[in-house]
């Protein structure tokens, strides 16, 4: 029994450093992610994604072959710098117990002057060395607008 009693405790002291750095990213990405979107309405779309953005990025777009690495996707951009109208909200986040990958999921919404759109997207993120967020992996799609009654 005493060695029963004494393996809880083992286990329960070695897990706890790593639920708090788990906890810790998660809150770190969720706060890139919403930065992320803040600089989107402030500067454009795709500016603010290329801040954000990992050296070996796969951007996922819908009817489109994936874009591959940073520089791919810089020059997909040109110098355009993104519509200021899209923004998102992740509704969750989780990372690796490691600490050093994570991922946000959340809903986003597009506004033009003629309709509003709105979609999922999901985004992987990867901890960089000076311990910043940069998103490896992002995709979405869209979704039935909501009625009001």
Known sequence: MKKFIFAIVLFSACSQPN????????????NADKSMSTMAEKEGFLTALLQY????????????FPIIGKLAFKEKCGDKKGAT???W???????AKSG???????????VTPDSTYFGNYFTV?????????????????????????
């Open 19 to 30: 639920d708090d750095i788990r906890n810790k990213s998660k809150q770190e990405i969720a």
């Open 53 to 64: 953005a990992d050296d070996d990025l796969v951007k996922l777009n819908e009817g489109q």
């Open 85 to 87: 109208t899209l923004t």
């Open 89 to 95: 909200e992740p509704i969750k986040t989780d990372a």
């Open 100 to 110: 050093d990958l994570g991922y946000s999921f959340g809903n986003w919404k597009y």
């Open 125 to 149: 993120w990867v901890k960089q060395v000076d311990g910043s967020w940069k998103w490896a992996l992002d995709g979405g799609n869209n979704t039935p607008a909501i009625k009001k009654n």
